[in-house]
């Protein structure tokens, strides 16, 4: 079966633009999580997603937004991108907002110069 | 203070002997604690979850939770050069009705010396 897939996984963007990261999660699973890490830290939660309703949100700025298609992915977004923006954005995966237990994706790292 | 506390390490073992790795929390109304294990470069990946008081084994791996000193452990035992690795500790509350938040430690780095 497979896993938690994201896309893109490596991205160059320059401050200013805007980004969408995508998502697929587990099948079966129907609930997907957003997270920021940056190197030498836990990841940070940005969003919660189950049946295409926010179910949670973190502490980031109005910049940060996403969404959840009736197939389950996610698109998160990204706008007036700045330097501390550059991470690694994962996306996780879990079978409802109840579930604990999330399955990672190998991440989409960003960089912006 | 931070939410979810670890010890950045790196924890040196030899091979075969046990790992303890611990993780403070600070709400009283956390519900649910996970242990994450993540290599160079890769994602997290889930080792354990414990909800309740006391320890729960699964293989080399025990979780520990004491919700009343608010601590949370992993012990590795019989340690291999595979283990070594950033240990995530994860803890999720209630927020509101219906939402929940999850915040993860900084991570401790483990080194299992061959």
């Known amino acids: 079966d497979a896993g938690v897939t994201q896309s893109p996984t490596h991205l160059i963007k320059t401050r200013g633009q805007h980004v969408t990261l995508r998502c697929s999660p587990i099948?079966?699973?129907?609930?997907v999580s957003w997270y920021q890490q940056v190197l030498g830290q836990g990841p940070q939660f940005i969003f919660q997603?189950?049946?295409?309703?926010?179910?949670g949100r973190g502490n980031f700025p109005d910049r940060f937004s996403a969404r959840q298609f009736p197939n389950y992915s996610s698109e998160l977004n990204v706008n007036a991108l700045l330097l501390g923006d550059s991470a690694l954005y994962l996306c996780?995966?879990?079978?409802?907002?109840?579930?604990?237990?999330?399955?990672f994706g190998e991440g989409s790292r960003l960089t912006v110069l | 203070q931070k939410e979810v506390e670890q010890n950045s390490g790196p924890l040196s073992v030899p091979e075969g002997a046990i790992a303890s790795l611990n993780c403070t929390y600070s709400?009283?109304?956390?519900?649910?604690f996970f242990w994450y294990r993540q290599y160079s470069g890769k994602s997290p990946e889930l080792i354990m979850f414990?909800?309740?008081?006391g320890d729960k084994e699964d293989g080399r791996f025990t979780a520990q939770l004491n919700k009343a000193s608010q601590y949370v452990s992993l012990l590795i035992r019989d340690s291999q050069p595979s283990d070594s690795a950033t240990y995530l500790c994860?803890?999720?509350?209630?927020?509101?009705?219906?939402?929940?938040?999850?915040?993860f430690g900084t991570g401790t780095r483990l080194k299992v010396l061959a």
């Open positions: 996780a995966s879990s079978l409802d907002f109840l579930s604990g237990e999330l399955f």
């Open positions: 099948s079966g699973h129907k609930s």
């Open positions: 997603y189950y049946e295409k309703e926010e179910r």
């Open positions: 709400d009283r109304g956390s519900q649910s």
């Open positions: 414990i909800y309740s008081n």
């Open positions: 994860a803890v999720r509350h209630l927020v509101t009705s219906g939402t929940y938040k999850y915040i």
